[in-house]
Nanobody, 115 residues
């Protein structure tokens, strides 16, 4: 299993970023996927989840209405569109795959919101 995040960067408050998580080594379309984030000095926080077909999505209250999770099962990729970014969104963002046989995380991508 391999999860590789990309798309992070530094933007001003109010800006947007789109994160991608490219997955390989398993049947992507069979599994729910999750995005987490970890801010400096804090624990990891669940940001958004999406079911295997993309039919159900859930969000943390802190990002509801601003972030959108999506997936393309043909490309084995899950996305996180982040709009109206705030300084408190600054964190390392990770995608996670939880299977019966294991718990897998990507290496993370840094998102920094600063004026």
């Amino acid at each position: 299993v391999r999860l590789v995040e990309s798309g992070g960067g530094s933007v001003q408050p109010g800006g947007s970023l789109r994160l991608s998580c490219a997955a390989s080594g398993f049947t992507f379309s069979n599994y729910d996927m999750r995005w987490y984030r970890q801010a400096p000095g804090k624990g990891r926080e669940l940001v958004a989840t999406i079911t295997s077909t993309g039919g159900t999505k859930n969000y943390a209250d802190s990002v509801k209405g601003r972030f959108t999770i999506s997936r393309d099962n043909a490309k084995n990729t899950v996305y996180l569109q982040m709009n109206s970014l705030k300084p408190e969104d600054t964190a390392v963002y990770y995608c996670r795959l939880l299977m019966l046989s294991g718990d897998y995380w990507g290496q993370g991508t840094q998102v920094t919101i600063s004026s």
